[in-house]
């Protein structure tokens, strides 16, 4: 790796202005897991990393709090009895461990990610805010899209592991695994920001620590081929906040080519209720390495609410969930692939025998 | 106060001439002025605290014993394992996380020292493969590792060793799943997985483990 300079400081204000103050040139370092494999390739070269280890503590804690509502339409937030607030530099692997009750599909997909080893230090903010895997983007001497280039590289290259849904001009899939579970049980992320007094350059003024719902977190390409994630330089991902509804229940599936440490080829999680009817509601399904965003199938989740649990229902919802996809030359297989493991995640959520 | 000729003292030695122009170099100025209506903007930050752009110190306790070292910020603890220290029983394959040879335990958790800094292990205890053993005394899994053949090249064995002496430490019997999960993320080229289970098992369960794989050959051996 190049030379540089590590600054370590309690203070998420300082670590804040000191990147701004250079942005191109200093970046925030976590568990630097995607940092420091984006350093050894050579795709990034910074002159100073900020450490935040000193500046937030890991936890993950149930019921304790509520994030912080914004002033201005904070009906737009999801409100629950409960919130399990999981800090931004918790390891995977103390999410895994973590007892979250209802929120099985989170510590199911924290447990699987990654290896033991790089749980033990990779941590739930960077899950989330990790630059890409795509092959193209990950090899330094290709300038893709992603990189200043004009156009996506895995158009004409190996695309087997790229987007079906969603995608275009850029058909990377978005990389976190935690992204697909905390999408479907409708987290919300807690974004240190800067104060009131201070806009970035030509943007709108942001509350300190500003609330936002996990999906606007993420950019599509149609809005930005270069980034994933809409978090100015310097701005600190401190929290996730997942609401826990009485009675709610979920799960998590991906399916791989290995049976460890692999990247998924795709991902399902399914959040619900089950009434005492016996009806699904506040029902909601992420897929995820299907799209460039965590994928957000509401199409198909509207199918379900308030209907009985039914095979041949989950069947239509999962049709539903890749009504959309236009497969590249290469990942037609991952239609039907994401199809059957959408049903069987919602077999699993809404605790219905999976068919023969 | 508005003292545009006030030359801001700290900006040269904090590299900004170097990527500023001369134009946003005077709006800077400008913005040195203390009642400025924007106070974060109106002061580089200090960075009077960064450390390892040459060697900083660095001490540590490895295999128990301390180690003071002087160690630029952009070493990995594998390197500086290997290449300052000579360490060589931790070993260097893939560099990006993905293959477990460079894995050592962090204050008992098992993490790989490629995608660490070694700065990241100042005042921390690190065990690696060379601190297992109790002087010539082999521990119980190595001993175990050598009479169940669970190495062939011995590249993975460093690290599969430190991830099964973390999974053993939590104590209590294990099954084989819960020893293939804790050695996910250890690759051995030569596929010496069931060994390696069968050894693991050994310690923590006695001779069962081994038993069991008898019985799957025998069966495999039917079939």
Same mark, same amino acid.
């Given at each position: 790796m190049q030379p540089f300079a590590l600054i370590r400081t309690k203070r998420l204000e300082r670590a804040r202005a000191i990147v701004r103050d250079k942005p191109e040139a200093r970046a925030l370092r976590a568990g630097g897991i995607d940092l420091l494999d984006r350093m050894k390739e050579g795709l990034d070269e910074p002159e100073l990393l900020v450490e935040l280890r000193d500046a937030m503590a890991p936890q993950v804690e149930l019921g304790a709090g509520q994030p912080l509502l914004p002033a201005e339409n904070p009906e737009r937030f999801p409100s629950a009895p409960r919130f399990a607030q999981i800090g931004a530099l918790t390891p995977l692997a103390q999410l895994a461990a973590a007892e979250l009750p209802g929120a099985e599909a989170l510590t199911e997909a924290a447990s699987q990610a990654a290896t033991p080893g790089i749980r033990n230090t990779a941590t739930v903010g960077g899950n989330l805010l990790q630059r890409p895997r795509c092959w193209y983007f990950r090899q330094r001497e290709l300038v893709c899209l992603k990189k200043g280039g004009d156009t996506c590289l895995a158009l004409m290259g190996d695309n087997r592991y790229h987007a079906i849904l969603g995608a275009g001009p850029s058909f990377i899939v978005h990389p976190s695994s935690l992204a697909t579970p905390l999408l479907a049980l409708d987290a919300v992320v807690s974004v240190f920001a800067g104060t009131p007094s201070d806009p970035p350059e030509g943007g709108a003024t942001t509350e300190p620590n500003s609330l936002r719902l996990l999906s606007e977190l993420f950019v599509s390409p149609a809005d930005d081929p270069t980034r994933e994630h809409a978090l100015e330089p310097g701005d600190v991902l401190t929290s996730v906040w997942v609401p826990v509804l009485d009675g709610m229940r979920s799960a998590y599936q991906a399916v791989r080519e290995k049976q460890s440490h692999d990247w998924p080829l795709a991902e399902a999680a399914v959040r619900m209720r089950i009434a005492a009817d016996g009806s699904m509601r506040d029902l909601r399904i992420a897929l995820g390495h299907v799209a460039p965003i965590p994928w957000n199938a509401s199409a198909a989740a509207a199918l379900l609410e308030g209907k009985a649990p039914n095979a041949d229902l989950f069947a239509q919802a999962a049709d539903a969930a890749l009504a959309d996809a236009a497969p590249l030359d290469g990942n037609a297989y991952k239609v039907p692939m994401t199809k059957g493991l959408l049903r069987e995640v919602l077999h699993r959520a809404s605790g219905l025998a999976l068919p023969e | 106060m508005s003292d545009h000729s006030k030359q801001p003292g700290g900006v040269t030695r904090r590299g900004l001439f170097r990527t500023l122009g001369a134009a946003t170099l005077v709006a800077g100025c400008v913005k040195q002025d203390p009642g400025s209506e924007n106070p974060e903007r109106s002061e580089a930050p200090e =960075?009077?605290?960064?450390?390892? =752009?040459t060697p900083a110190p660095l001490e540590f306790v490895l295999d128990g014993q301390p180690v003071q070292a002087e160690v630029e910020a952009r070493t990995t603890l594998l390197e500086l394992l290997?290449?300052? =220290?000579?360490?060589?029983?931790t070993k260097v394959v893939c560099?990006?996380?993905?293959?477990?040879?460079?894995m050592v335990l962090v204050d008992g958790v098992p993490r790989n020292s490629c995608m660490m800094?070694?700065?990241?292990?100042?005042g921390s205890e690190v065990t690696t493969v060379a601190g297992l053993a109790e002087g010539e005394q082999l521990s119980a899994l190595q001993l175990a590792f050598i009479e169940h053949d669970a190495l062939q090249c011995g590249f993975c064995t460093s690290g599969m060793l430190i991830s099964s002496t973390a999974l053993l430490r939590e104590g209590g019997p294990l099954t084989r799943g819960q020893v293939e999960d804790a050695i996910a993320g250890n690759l051995c080229r030569c596929g010496t997985y069931p060994h390696v289970v069968d050894a693991v098992l050994a310690v923590a369960n006695g001779e069962g483990g081994r038993r069991q794989t008898e019985l799957l050959q025998v069966k495999k051996g039917g079939a």
């Open positions: - | =960075l009077d605290d960064a450390l390892g =752009l290997r290449l300052d =220290l000579d360490r060589t029983g560099d990006r996380g993905a293959c477990g040879a460079c800094l070694a700065h990241d292990v100042g």
